[in-house]
């Protein structure tokens, strides 16, 4: 079993920045990857960014260049930084890390980001 937390969300200006983490626990091994995804009031989930056990990243195209995705394997911990915020980045910021072998995937609890002036 895995348990997610995600920290960091809050209330920032637009053109403000903002760095989320996830800190993961429990049984922890092998190749895995992490995402960010966010939902939005009346909008589908979707996916932000992802990394691999590995360290390659993919990110959404409304977030290239504004966000940036790491890992800390050692410490079992994800970043994402997010920078020039739009307030059509507002939403509610989920951790999810996925296993293979047999499948297993977790989800955090959220943390709300508010982009506003």
């Known amino acids: 079993q895995v348990q997610l937390v995600e920290s960091g969300g809050g209330l920032v200006q637009p053109g403000g920045s903002l760095r989320l983490s996830c800190a993961a626990s429990g049984s922890i091994a092998g190749i895995y990857f992490m995402d960010w995804y966010r939902q939005a009031p009346g909008k589908q989930r979707e996916l932000v960014a992802r990394i691999t056990t590995g360290g390659f990243t993919n990110y959404a195209d409304s977030v290239k260049g504004r966000f940036t995705i790491a890992r800390d394997n050692a410490k079992n911990t994800m970043s994402l930084e997010m920078n020039s915020l739009k307030p059509e980045d507002t939403a509610v910021y989920y951790c999810?890390?996925?296993?293979?072998?047999?499948?297993?995937?977790?989800w955090g609890q959220g943390t709300q980001v508010t982009v506003s002036s």
């Open positions: 999810y890390l996925q296993q293979p072998s047999p499948l297993r995937e977790y």
